[in-house]
């Protein structure tokens, strides 16, 4: 009788309690958004059948390789095709929800990973973000995989192959997802990021004998072991003066690979860093935005290019030597919103890179330029259509013993987005 008594005086106890508990329960907001690209894709005949002759390649981890995701580039196994129709689920489409719960909020984000190629169905779902945050009063203090610090984007270019739209692999400043350690102080930012495990390339056959072939200049090196020294430093400061918003950030990356030649260990350390800054400025309807970066190695340090080829460091093992590559990247982005529901867009961004081969000692260079001009128009709330057209001239890879012509890209399409 005394064990039902007690048990009874416990129930009772609990259901008092449940008005406590409801009233101090997280809010919720769910959310999500679907994109699709629908475009005509077209690439000159005279560009390279190989994706690793205009970039590094699509191994890197999270390297956005735009000609990869062109559909005038998936037929038959990443072979070139003239031209092709892209009708896909943009793998940035998503789902997730934003938590609040006193001093501690947090989010999670799911988008569609894959439906580049024939099959747009075959993405499956991957993790973009999921990350708490602690509001101490002074700052917040963020864990979990969130966008890093070295983060501002300043254009809405989509094309080609359904990107993020926002220039990302186009000059953005953009550091991908990653788990990190945060701390945030308005508009300052401090970071501590998983590092970029893309390591050192070697260099194959640079000259103009290959200018028939187009054959790879670039492949990865396999040491017997990789060490994360650091984690990815990160840092930037955002501000608001006058009509505009202004940017300055930065990022280091550094990795240790060992070698073995002979039975005798090698070391090489791959060091990666860029600087950035950029605007946003308004003027009545019209805006108009920009960006610059430099850097060395922005493909070691996770901020890779997707135009653009000597972005990585080289190192050969039988010299034991390294050769950086150095970069820089400019956008100017002009705008004009007509209405609240119509806004004009275009922009020219330039990417440059050069590298020195490592046994040769060849000097190898390469600028790309992007153009395009879009319209943004959203006939009711949350619905955007945006027509688009563009071109990515990959101009020539410049090397001592000859220049390889790597043609244009060019597209016209339409972005389609619904926010619910």
Excluded at 181 to 203: V, Y
Excluded at 269 to 294: C, I, M
Excluded at 392 to 406: E, I
Aim: aromatic share 14%.
């Amino acid at each position: 009788m005394k064990k039902l008594f007690i048990l009874v005086v416990a129930i009772v106890m609990a259901f008092a309690a449940l008005p406590a508990f409801a009233q101090d329960k997280a809010d919720w907001a769910f959310y999500g958004s679907v994109r699709m690209w629908t475009a005509w894709e077209q690439v000159d005949s005279d560009a390279p059948p190989q994706l690793t002759s205009l970039s590094p390649g699509a191994g890197i981890p999270g390297f956005q390789v735009a000609v990869s995701r062109a559909r005038a580039y998936s037929i038959g196994g990443d072979l070139q095709s003239d031209g092709d129709l892209a009708w896909m689920l943009q793998g940035n489409s998503r789902i997730g929800a934003n938590v609040k719960w006193g001093n501690i909020s947090g989010a999670f984000e799911y988008g569609h990973s894959g439906g580049w190629g024939v099959d747009s169905a075959s993405g499956n779902p991957s993790l973009r973000l999921l990350y708490g945050m602690w509001n101490f009063g002074p700052g917040q203090l963020e864990i979990g995989q969130d966008y890093g610090s070295y983060f501002y984007l300043v254009s809405n270019l989509c094309g080609p192959g359904g990107q993020e739209c926002n220039g990302i692999g186009f000059g953005s400043i953009y550091p991908g997802r990653l788990p990190m350690i945060r701390l945030i102080f308005g508009g300052l930012k401090l970071s501590l990021e998983a590092t970029r495990t893309t390591g050192s390339f070697n260099t194959i056959n640079i000259g103009a004998a290959n200018a028939t072939a187009q054959t790879p200049f670039l492949t990865n090196n396999v040491p017997i072991e990789t060490d994360w020294l650091l984690p990815r430093l990160a840092a930037s400061y955002t501000f608001n003066a006058g009509p505009g918003q202004f940017f300055i950030g930065g990022q280091y990356n550094q990795l240790k690979e060992i070698y073995s030649v002979g039975g005798v260990e090698r070391d090489n350390t791959v060091d990666g860093w860029t600087l950035g800054a950029g605007t946003k400025l308004s003027f009545g309807p019209f805006y108009t935005n920009a960006t610059v970066q430099y850097g060395y190695n922005p493909n070691n340090v996770g901020s890779g290019p997707a135009t653009l080829y000597p972005s990585v460091q080289l190192y050969d093992v039988t010299v034991d030597r390294n050769e950086d590559a150095k970069y820089m990247a400019a956008q100017l982005i002009l705008g004009f919103k007509l209405t609240d529901a119509m806004t004009f867009e275009g922009g020219v961004i330039w990417q440059s890179g050069k590298v020195q081969t490592v046994a040769t000692e060849n000097s190898v260079k390469q600028d790309t330029w992007t153009y395009y001009l879009q319209m943004v128009w959203s006939p009711t709330k949350n619905f955007f259509i945006i027509p688009e057209i563009g071109v990515v001239d990959y101009t020539k890879l410049k090397t001592d013993l000859g220049d390889l012509n790597y043609g244009k890209m060019s597209w016209l399409g339409v972005k389609w987005q619904i926010n619910f």
